[in-house]
């Protein structure tokens, strides 16, 4: 085995893992391994906040479907991961989070930039290991990789500062991806009968479909059982919404035809899908999870099977495999199954009867425009194949019913960890894996204000030509809502009356910047945002208030206030 440094065993891992580009702010903790970078072909790229790090590492890996990197300093730097982390989490992406920490002398005395690192990441990371001796560094980098692809999670790799430095003897190479197989070959085989039986068989395609590229395989078998297909939330990018049997998304804001459809079903597919809690909330008033639906589950983590659902058959499995499997073993039931006209029918009917609601909710002309009418005229405009990122709030949660897409990896959302300030790092992270595309950040003007407005000069500087869209409506949407309906429009911390002019600040910062205002010029403002190639932010000046905003985000978690103080009398529900 070669003689090398520490430094250059990690730098020389991050290579045969197929890592080109690492995400950070410099730091003294890793300049040492900092100074290889470019002689080994990776490009360090600085951004303006270590959060905005760590979720372009995410929006990179959804994207490429590849672990990969973020690096930062110890302590503070560290510290700003969590929150992304978290994200990565929850959406099962492989982001290795490289974190220095304070040298091993020092550890324990309250030295310069010291924290205990590793119980911030203990619970949002699928592995964690601190380098314990310099000598094993490409050893648990390896290892950090290995489960970050095979876990399908965040990985946390803890150096110590020290540790970058001395000799070591190495071998140097690739991790292998390890599949799950089909699972239980007994347990397919009771899906398969459930489904060959079935009156009104639903799929609920879960990000595991995209992740493992399953979607031509999951067409097929939708296709053979006559399947209507509901994408789970915000994963709008599993199924081909120009498909026949695409019903659209579930879930907060999401498509009423799905709902409806998932609500008859008989026995549910759920692929891919750890069916979370949150993701499954009635919606529209509509208490659409079905109640006596046969329910199989296939996932590749064991953890999630029956956790948030009772299931009737869970099958640990790779979707990628199982789904042609499934479909072999329900066709031997079911030779020659024929199209079920009336369902397809019914698939049609409801939804053109979505389709006609929301394009009743989204028709208004007033000024300055409404969501909705900005929401379809924007959703008209993106180029097909474009990839969008979407943070959280009123706005981009109503983007659900909004944004459709006919190809895997194209919606890089927040999920349920629901962090503000997810949209712009992501959507960094995403145009570098998929340089050829237009790429949209899709954020209200609270969101942009934690992590866009800063990020938009790591896109100047390093070159990155994200479209930013900001649904600006001087408010927090989501939680003005929550005051409205439960503590009689008493404003506190919700509206934001002194936005600046977010098109002119990207001007000065080197960006192309573009205000809009009425819905006929959303879609020559984003041909020529796309045709600039360069970063740009639009302005959007939307209507915000009472009349305008979605039902509230956490009903499920509200109740109308109780005061009992005198002192707060006034401010009892009435």
């Known amino acids: 085995m070669p003689k090398m440094t520490p430094s250059e065993a990690l730098v020389e891992t991050l290579v045969a893992e197929g890592v080109q580009n690492v995400f950070g702010i410099v730091g003294s903790a890793f300049m040492d391994a900092l100074d290889l970078f470019p002689a080994a072909g990776i490009r360090f790229i600085p951004v303006a906040h270590e959060q905005a790090a760590a979720h372009a590492a995410d929006g990179l890996a959804r994207v490429s479907g590849r672990p990969q990197a973020c690096i930062a300093q110890n302590g503070p730097g560290a510290a700003n991961f969590v929150s992304a982390m978290v994200a990565a989490y929850w959406a099962h992406s492989p982001v290795v989070a490289i974190t220095p920490e304070t040298g091993t002398m020092g550890i324990g005395t309250g030295g310069f930039q010291e924290l205990d690192q590793m119980a911030m990441f203990e619970k949002q990371t699928v592995y964690q290991v601190r380098v314990n001796q310099p000598q094993r560094m490409a050893e648990l980098a390896r290892r950090c990789f290995y489960m970050a692809k095979n876990l399908n999670g965040p990985t946390q790799l803890n150096i110590p500062r020290d540790f970058f430095y001395g000799l070591c003897h190495d071998e140097i190479y690739p991790t292998a991806r390890v599949s799950r197989g089909l699972g239980s070959v007994q347990s397919l085989r009771e899906a398969a009968r459930l489904l060959a039986e079935a009156k009104f068989p639903v799929i609920l395609a879960g990000g595991g479909v995209s992740q493992a590229d399953t979607v031509e395989e999951l067409t097929a078998l939708a296709e053979y059982l006559s399947a209507p297909v509901v994408n789970s939330y915000l994963h709008n990018d599993t199924f081909p919404a120009e498909h026949a049997l695409a019903a659209g998304p579930i879930g907060?804001?999401?498509?009423?035809?799905?709902?409806?459809?998932?609500?008859?079903?008989?026995?549910?597919?759920?692929?891919?899908?750890?069916?979370?809690?949150?993701?499954?909330?009635?919606?529209?008033?509509?208490?659409?999870?079905?109640?006596?639906?046969?329910?199989?589950?296939?996932?590749?983590?064991?953890?999630?099977?029956?956790?948030?659902?009772?299931?009737?058959?869970?099958s640990c499995a790779d979707v990628k495999e199982y789904t042609p499997a499934l479909l072999a073993a329900v066709k031997e039931l079911r030779p020659g199954l024929a199209a079920d006209a009336a369902r397809l029918a019914d698939v049609a009917r409801e939804k053109q009867i979505w389709a006609d609601e929301l394009a009743q909710w989204s028709a208004s002309n007033e000024k300055p425009m409404h969501p909705r009418r900005f929401l379809s005229e924007l959703s008209q405009a993106i180029p097909a194949g474009s990839i969008i990122a979407t943070d959280i709030g009123n706005n981009s949660s109503m983007c659900n019913a909004y944004f459709r897409f006919n190809g895997p990896r194209q919606h890089i959302s927040a999920l349920s960890w629901g962090n503000c300030g997810f949209a712009y790092g992501a959507a960094m992270g995403a145009k570098i894996g998929a340089p050829e595309r237009p790429v949209f950040c899709f954020q209200g003007d609270g969101a942009y204000g934690i992590s866009g407005i800063q990020e938009v000069m790591t896109a100047v500087r390093e070159d990155i030509p994200v479209i930013a869209v900001v649904a600006n409506n001087f408010e927090w949407g989501a939680e003005k809502k929550n005051q409205i309906d439960y503590y009689e429009s008493r404003f506190v911390g919700a509206n934001l009356p002194a936005n600046p002019d977010y098109a002119a600040l990207a001007e000065v910062m080197g960006a192309k910047g573009y205000v809009v205002e009425a819905p006929d010029q959303v879609g020559d403002v984003v041909r020529e945002a796309v045709a600039s190639g360069r970063p740009c932010v639009i302005n959007a000046k939307i209507e915000g208030g009472a009349r305008v905003l979605a039902e509230p985000f956490r009903r499920d978690a509200l109740k109308m206030p109780e005061r009992h103080l005198e002192k707060y009398a006034h401010l009892r529900a009435k």
């Open 252 to 314: 907060y804001c999401g498509s009423k035809a799905a709902m409806r459809l998932i609500a008859k079903a008989d026995v549910v597919l759920a692929l891919g899908s750890r069916l979370g809690p949150f993701g499954t909330l009635p919606q529209y008033d509509i208490d659409y999870w079905p109640k006596t639906a046969k329910i199989i589950q296939v996932d590749v983590n064991i953890e999630v099977l029956g956790l948030s659902k009772r299931v009737d058959v869970a």
